[in-house]
């Protein structure tokens, strides 16, 4: 089938001819770009469609989130956005009146954030059981780093006073020694192995709501972490469901799995299945690994080279020995697989910049582009070496407007001037796919090139930005989610860009975001989606 969308403002990111007026598509792919007199002339039979002046841009790449999470999360007692203690409680009371869940069922939650909180505090075991002490509770803080739970769900699980932190985690006591309900990093996986697993159905059903979310903004392709979804960390599951749906016609994204297998003996048994990055087709593939190295800023669980300025003789949490992050990225480069690591806190960019580089002299790839997601408290020092070695920088603009409220607390003034640096990093000629970490910031692209391209958060603050001098401009924003993020999937030469040959993954959007105010950016929407040549949304 052939088509030729004509009348329009096109947005290629393409360097070459960065706009165009129209485009002939042919089957999945774009056969022609260039202006209405042109695409009419080669068009001949084909169908035409007068986008009247719309402006069209290639389909968004979020490059890091957690699709199934997201899916997850929309099933529980929804917590984004809730501004005290009191007001979480008055929901959870309601859902759990007009849910009724059966006597015993673990009761979730995602979402929350003490920083936008009245009370200006983690929530505890205490304010759970004010929900209930019939059902066991647990509530995900929105960093997904840190969980809170119920004096039942404690119960359950088997943690007292006496029970001692598991390795790179903790459970958080008061002054008196009392579990306060609180667990970080990897004690809350003491938690989610009580809750009951999901089936390969029940994924594809979550799945196919998240997927129609997405679609609705734009997104057509993702790269995505869900291994470690649900208690089992089953990720045959999770590979057979998307496979499932591909077969079913029912994907309205490219998926680009982000393998979280942090223990060897599961990643060597992934390795031994036949999977490696690249295994798979252009909607569902094998990605790289992915691995967790430190924790995140707000709760202090971001591993850093010197102590929390707000907490001295705390640098956080490192997940891993240095020996056991080589280990698992010199195995991942050994056996044909990208690697990408989570790294919040300068300490834990540096520990994976070593086993990057030990993996490199040992096992050397020509075009291996491993990277690190968020890249937020950087150093000059780090950022020349990403550079130098041509590590990706995994850039999460939307996280600023959350961070923003503690993060200087957290490091002082002296660290922030070399942090979320992501205009830096594009200047030095790094390469920044752009991500939400969905869902724990808004998975809207328009929502990150707002905060982006204003250092402000979604309510305007502050007037005149934050460390304004890293703002990214709307063209490095939108080659971020495009073009770049297509960098790191190795997929630059089939997306990414509205040029001939690639595929004819589109999105029509209501307004111009080159042209529109800055602090207007939030006015615009998409209007039409478009994967391989088809309107999905």
């Known amino acids: ?126 304010d759970l059981d004010a ?174 080279a010197q102590p929390y300025s707000d907490d001295p003789g705390n640098r956080g949490i490192s997940v891993f020995t240095q020996d056991e992050l080589d280990e698992l990225v010199g195995t991942a480069q050994a056996n044909g697989m990208q690697v990408v690591c989570h790294g919040i806190g300068d300490a834990a960019m540096t520990m994976i910049l070593n086993a990057y580089e030990k993996a490199q002299k040992e096992h050397p790839r020509e075009d291996a582009r491993n990277g690190i997601i968020h890249v937020q408290i950087t150093t000059k020092e780090i950022m020349d070496r990403m550079l130098k070695d041509h590590i990706v920088a995994y850039g999460e603009p939307v996280c600023v407007g959350a961070d923003m409220h503690c993060v200087e607390d957290r490091v002082g003034k002296e660290r922030m001037k070399e942090s979320y640096a992501y205009r830096t990093m594009n200047e030095m000629g790094l390469r920044v796919p752009l991500s939400s970490d969905c869902p724990v910031d808004s998975v809207n692209p328009i929502d990150s090139a707002y905060i982006a391209v204003n250092r402000k958060d979604l309510n305007g603050w502050p007037e005149g930005g934050w460390y304004p001098e890293e703002r990214l401009t709307i063209d490095q924003v939108l080659k971020g989610f495009t073009l770049d993020s297509a960098y790191a999937q190795f997929q630059e030469d089939v997306k990414g860009s509205i040029e001939a040959g690639k595929y004819a993954d589109f999105v029509v959007l209501s307004g111009d975001p080159t042209a529109i105010d800055p602090n207007d950016l939030r006015s615009i929407h998409a209007e039409g989606t478009y994967l391989g040549g088809q309107k999905v949304n």
Not at 59 to 67: A, E, K, R, T
Not at 81 to 108: D, F, H, M, N, Y
């Open 1 to 126: 089938m052939r088509t030729a969308f004509i009348n329009a403002n096109v947005i290629t990111i393409d360097p070459k001819h960065p706009k165009a007026e129209a485009f002939l598509v042919d089957g999945d792919k774009f056969a022609l770009v260039g202006s209405r007199e042109e695409i009419l002339a080669a068009a001949g039979d084909a169908q035409v469609v007068d986008l009247a002046g719309k402006t069209i841009v290639p389909g968004f790449n979020d490059s890091h989130l957690h699709l199934l999470n997201f899916a997850y999360s929309r099933t529980k007692i929804n917590l984004y956005g809730t501004t005290s203690i009191a007001e979480i409680q008055e929901k959870s009371r309601a859902w759990l009146a007009e849910r009724k869940p059966a006597p015993g069922t673990w009761v979730s939650a995602a979402g929350w954030n003490q920083y936008s909180f009245q009370e200006g505090r983690l929530l505890n075991r205490s």
């Open 131 to 304: 929900i209930s002490t019939d059902y066991p509770m647990i509530f995900t803080r929105v960093c997904e780093h840190t969980v809170a739970v119920n004096s039942k769900a404690l119960e359950l699980i088997g943690i007292d006073d006496s029970t001692p932190d598991p390795e790179s985690g903790e459970i958080e006591r008061d002054a008196d020694g009392h579990a306060t309900g609180i667990l970080k990093e990897t004690a809350r996986y003491l938690a989610y192995a009580k809750v009951p697993d999901k089936s390969v159905a029940d994924i594809k059903e979550m799945l196919l709501d998240a997927i129609d979310y997405v679609s609705k903004l734009g997104i057509t392709s993702v790269q995505t972490d869900d291994f470690e979804t649900f208690s089992s960390k089953n990720w045959h599951n999770v590979i057979q469901a998307y496979q499932e749906l591909e077969k079913e016609g029912k994907l309205k994204v490219r998926v680009y799995e982000q393998c979280l297998l942090p223990q060897i003996d599961r990643f060597k048994e992934f390795l031994a299945a036949g999977y490696k990055t690249g295994v798979g087709t252009d909607m569902f593939k094998i990605g790289p690994l992915k691995l967790l190295t430190d924790g995140s800023i707000g709760p202090r669980t971001a591993y850093l």
